[in-house]
């Protein structure tokens, strides 16, 4: 795929029921339950932990996440991303493909 066709793509958050999302002090926090192996999930039950992962973004994340409605595509991302945070994402486009790029390879969204 190329880089143009990337731009032209628009990330969807997951319609997975697993994946919550809400906010906590202006920020997103993403939660879904932890994917154990055999060996890993006999450790859990003996000596405890979450069954899920929580993860709170930053402000810049949270916008990324919040945009991310399957309307908006991956060019306009980088455009409103620059224009809310200016130079403290500069560049806004590395910034913004490696959040989605994270996005994608947890399967917390998907381009359209």
């Not at 997103?28 to 890993?40: C, D, L, N, Q, R």
């Not at 060019?75 to 224009?83: H, I, L």
């Not at 809310?84 to 493909?97: I, L, M, N, T």
Request: aromatic content about 10%.
């Amino acid at each position: 795929m190329s880089r143009k066709d990337v731009l032209n793509h628009k990330p969807c958050r997951t319609d997975s029921e697993e994946v919550k999302w809400f906010y906590e002090d202006e920020i997103v926090v993403i939660t879904y339950p932890k994917k154990f192996g055999k060996m890993e999930k006999w450790l859990q039950n003996r000596i405890g932990g979450p069954e899920e992962v929580r993860r709170p973004l930053d402000k810049f994340s949270s916008y990324i996440w919040e945009i991310c409605d399957g309307e908006t595509t991956v060019a306009d991302v980088v455009r409103k991303f620059d224009e809310k945070f200016g130079e403290e994402v500069a560049p806004a486009s590395d910034r913004v493909q490696i959040f989605l790029e994270t996005l994608l390879g947890l399967n917390l969204i998907e381009l359209k």
